[in-house]
């Protein structure tokens, strides 16, 4: 049975990484926390910018490192309401049909930059059955800012996918996947099947040359048919 592998952020939600990131730093145990939180973030946001178009591991890591000293136990509790208030609403209107239609044809799997406690309960919304995620780095009870490893990011996924698709009993040439970034192509060449969903400018141009599908999940009655 092939997999099929979603990129989350741009592709199946409207969000990037930035927002409930924001949500968590705004929803502080105190006022005074929260300001503490977002100003620190600020002051990072020059490295984050340059880091987006850099490297987008470095990126991942400063941004994550805004949790610093959040406790796992807030993270938690907080986070179906995140899901809830961010993630859900930013759904694109055909992604939970295009998901179902993968789930037809064997293993869905989410991989994402995003933390890994929200992608779970965007899986088991959707009905995706894996998630590879970034995972924050916890020392008795409370966030470090830093990530374990491996972080999700760039080529990373590739090998990722690579590493779950052999795991799994996947042949890779009978394998989906989707993204909308430019950023993901070393994740798309891996698989048989990949697919440009709501494509950014040069994923789109690719795409077009590469004679990839080029999807949309923000129009029409339907959502596009998954090529065989």
Sequence with gaps: MPASYFDVDGTLVRTNL??????????????????GKIARAALQAPAMALAEFRDRRTFNELLFSSY????????????????????????????RALIERSRANGDVVLISGALDFLMDRLAAHLGATHVIANRLEIK????????????????????????????????????????????D?????????PAAVNPDARLRWLAEAYHWPVLSLDGGKEAPAIRA
């Design 140 to 183: 008795d009870g409370y966030c470090t800012g830093r990530l374990l490893r491996p972080v999700v990011a760039g080529p990373e996924k590739a090998r990722l996918i690579r590493e779950h698709a052999r795991a799994g009993g996947h042949d890779l040439n009978d394998c989906f996947a989707y993204s909308d970034s430019y950023s």
């Design 185 to 193: 192509v070393p994740m798309l060449s891996v698989v048989g099947h």
């Design 68 to 95: 610093q000293g959040i406790s796992r136990d807030r993270l938690l509790v907080l986070a179906d309401e995140c899901f809830e208030s961010v993630i859900k609403p930013a759904l694109w209107p055909h992604a």
């Design 18 to 35: 930035v927002h409930p990131t924001l949500w968590y730093l705004v929803n502080q145990a105190t006022p005074l926390k929260s300001l």
